[in-house]
């Protein structure tokens, strides 16, 4: 458990708002990553879902390289790539490539699931998602990004021994499990998955092996994902929040979506509303200071090393604002805890 203030950092699924498209919404990524960069943020990770009307994140670390080109400090990664839709080399290939193209600045959290429905994973000729193989093709993918041995055989991979790091994401024990075993930072999805965050985190601290060949930190190291809206004022944020409750109402019916404006939501039957409330209350809105105090308050006593936002708006220009605002006012707290 670490003494310093959490780090902050942006988890970006590149939504799609109304009346607009893709070309857009991964223009908005980009915009979004530099005010993350400009406002002190640690890192700038890309989702990966297909087959989605509502986000543009299915070519991952091709994102990826269109935010660090957009950028200059910050850390860009994948929040997260599904190991299992994947060969570990080819991935490897990806981000040994932008290790070079971008030194010191990429990440890779890795997940098990599908990031789209049957149909489409079995278009894209996903492998087994069960816990011994996502270990196995995590470690090789470890091993491809790894220094090079000299051994017969061995692959040849642009990148390696890069400062690649990687995170194993989990809405569950199971990704905790698979985390402590390797030695790896372990990431929470509890922005929309949050039953199982405590579980999880007793699980990864209490079986994390340091000394596994895959190990990239030596202790412990755990960030959780958190919704957040800040605005100028406490009911401008709760309106603009809407935006993403109306999103979580249509996932959960499977009536997926482009972003709508709060003027344009609709509010679901009382059932459905009760099921949006608990997958989404870990979520921080308000005003910049009012969302600070919510996320401390939620993640030191969780110990938690990072946190992760994740900003919806219909508006680029509103998740911009809400970054900057919670972005300085986290900057004023740090500095004045050091």
């Given at each position: 458990?670490?003494?310093?203030?959490?780090?902050?950092?942006?988890?970006?699924?590149?939504?799609?708002?109304?009346?607009?498209?893709?070309?857009?919404?991964?223009?908005?990524?980009?915009?979004?990553?530099?005010?993350?960069?400009?406002?002190?943020?640690?890192?700038?990770?890309?989702?990966?879902?297909?087959?989605?009307?509502?986000?543009?994140?299915?070519?991952?670390?091709?994102?990826?390289?269109?935010?660090?080109?957009?950028?200059?400090?910050?850390?860009?990664?994948?929040?997260?790539?599904?190991?299992?839709?994947?060969?570990?080399?080819?991935?490897?290939?990806?981000?040994?490539?932008?290790?070079?193209?971008?030194?010191?600045?990429?990440?890779?959290?890795?997940?098990?699931?599908?990031?789209?429905?049957?149909?489409?994973?079995?278009?894209?000729?996903?492998?087994s998602a069960d816990l011994v193989d996502f270990t196995r093709d995590l470690t090789e993918l470890h091993d491809y990004l790894g220094?090079?041995?000299?051994?017969?055989?061995?692959?040849?991979?642009?990148?390696?021994?890069?400062?690649?790091?990687?995170?194993?994401?989990?809405?569950?024990?199971?990704?905790?499990?698979?985390?402590?075993?390797?030695?790896?930072?372990?990431?929470?999805?509890?922005?929309?998955?949050?039953?199982?965050?405590?579980?999880?985190?007793?699980?990864?601290?209490?079986?994390?092996?340091?000394?596994?060949?895959?190990?990239?930190?030596?202790?412990?190291?755990?960030?959780?994902?958190?919704?957040?809206?800040?605005?100028?004022?406490?009911?401008?944020?709760?309106?603009?929040?809407?935006?993403?409750?109306?999103?979580?109402?249509?996932?959960?019916?499977?009536?997926?979506?482009?972003?709508?404006?709060?003027?344009?939501?609709?509010?679901?039957?009382?059932?459905?509303?009760?099921?949006?409330?608990?997958?989404?209350?870990?979520?921080?809105?308000?005003?910049?200071?009012?969302?600070?105090?919510?996320?401390?308050?939620?993640?030191?006593?969780?110990?938690?090393?990072?946190?992760?936002?994740?900003?919806?708006?219909?508006?680029?220009?509103?998740?911009?604002?809400?970054?900057?605002?919670?972005?300085?006012?986290?900057?004023?707290?740090?500095?004045?805890?050091?």
């Open positions: 458990m670490s003494s310093a203030p959490p780090g902050l950092s942006v988890l970006d699924l590149v939504p799609v708002s109304s009346g607009s498209g893709p070309a857009a919404a991964i223009r908005a990524a980009c915009a979004a990553a530099q005010t993350a960069e400009r406002h002190g943020y640690d890192r700038y990770w890309l989702a990966e879902h297909h087959n989605s009307p509502a986000l543009a994140c299915s070519a991952t670390t091709v994102l990826m390289g269109a935010v660090a080109a957009a950028t200059e400090t910050i850390r860009v990664g994948s929040g997260g790539i599904m190991l299992p839709n994947h060969a570990p080399l080819r991935v490897a290939e990806d981000l040994g490539t932008l290790a070079v193209m971008y030194p010191g600045r990429i990440d890779c959290g890795l997940g098990r699931a599908p990031g789209t429905d049957p149909g489409t994973a079995a278009r894209l000729r996903r492998g220094p090079a041995t000299g051994a017969p055989g061995e692959t040849e991979v642009i990148g390696r021994g890069a400062d690649v790091r990687l995170f194993v994401l989990g809405s569950s024990t199971g990704g905790a499990r698979a985390a402590a075993e390797l030695g790896l930072p372990f990431s929470f999805a509890s922005h929309f998955a949050p039953d199982q965050l405590h579980e999880a985190l007793a699980v990864y601290r209490g079986n994390f092996n340091p000394d596994a060949p895959t190990a990239q930190v030596s202790a412990p190291w755990v960030s959780a994902a958190v919704n957040v809206m800040a605005a100028d004022t406490v009911a401008e944020a709760q309106r603009q929040l809407l935006t993403l409750r109306h999103s979580f109402a249509g996932v959960l019916t499977g009536r997926r979506g482009p972003l709508v404006a709060p003027g344009d939501t609709v509010e679901p039957h009382p059932i459905l509303e009760a099921r949006v409330h608990h997958s989404l209350r870990v979520t921080a809105c308000g005003t910049a200071a009012g969302v600070v105090d919510q996320l401390l308050d939620w993640a030191v006593p969780l110990g938690l090393d990072e946190i992760v936002t994740v900003t919806y708006a219909h508006d680029p220009g509103v998740r911009r604002r809400s970054l900057a605002l919670v972005g300085d006012e986290w900057a004023r707290r740090r500095n004045c805890c050091m």
